[in-house]
């Protein structure tokens, strides 16, 4: 069965700085990830996503993820976080046969310092 | 194109009554799936359906049921609703299946009074 973890439940930055939120996953094969995000009272949006192919992925709002099958993460990383990229974060393992669904981790929620 | 479309955004129920929740997908998708989202269980999988046949099911109570229409529209209910209930219902829909990707609705909030 997939499953999804984020170790991170919190994590704060200052602005400026940058981040990297963590995401392992279990999957018998090589899965579809993604990240999304969630602001307060919203739906997710789609930040990027891995099929497969090259290991790093570009997402939208300057963001980037690595996939490492060897440590079975999907990390995501900025390199300058901006006070608007305060919200959740959730990774997630998608579905490759009609058995599985897309699975969500718990979730990292994300604090910018000015 | 529109994006996916949950009605109505926010509701407030009393113990005991049923509800029923409405997801309009993006058009062309065929896949759509549920989520209940609460502080303390983060996001949980409820059903998915493809075609109008339920291809996946989470592990709730048999009080949490769905249905999808032929234009790939989909509706979830919850009978005899309890305090727990009271959650963010997130609907997703998806181009096929399996659910390979999914985009959100911004969802319906629920309060059990």
Not at chain 2, 53 to 75: A, D, I, L, V, Y
């Amino acid at each position: 069965a997939q499953s999804v973890t984020q170790p991170d439940i919190h994590i704060t930055v200052s602005e400026g700085a940058s981040l990297e939120l963590r995401c392992n996953y279990s999957y018998g094969a090589t899965p579809y990830l993604f990240w999304y995000v969630q602001s307060p009272g919203q739906g997710l949006q789609l930040l990027l996503k891995y099929f497969s192919g090259d290991t790093l992925v570009q997402g939208i709002k300057g963001f980037e993820a690595e996939f490492k099958r060897s440590q079975s993460s999907f990390n995501l990383r900025k390199p300058s976080v901006h006070w608007s990229d305060a919200a959740e974060y959730f990774c997630a393992v998608g579905a490759k046969t009609s058995y599985d669904k897309v699975i969500f981790g718990p979730g990292t929620s994300l604090s910018v310092i000015p | 194109k529109a994006g996916v479309t949950q009605t109505p955004r926010y509701l407030i129920k009393t113990r005991g009554q049923q509800v029923t929740l409405s997801c309009s997908p993006i058009s062309g998708h065929r896949s759509v799936s549920w989520y209940q989202q609460t502080p303390g269980q983060g996001l949980q999988f409820l059903f998915e359906y493809f075609s109008e046949t339920q291809r996946n099911k989470g592990n709730f109570p048999g009080r949490f049921s769905g249905r999808q229409f032929s234009n790939s529209r989909s509706e979830m209910n919850v009978s005899t609703l309890e305090l727990g209930d009271s959650a963010l219902y997130l609907c997703a829909s998806g181009p096929g299946q399996p659910s390979t990707e999914a985009f959100f609705g911004q969802g319906t909030r629920l309060t059990v009074v």
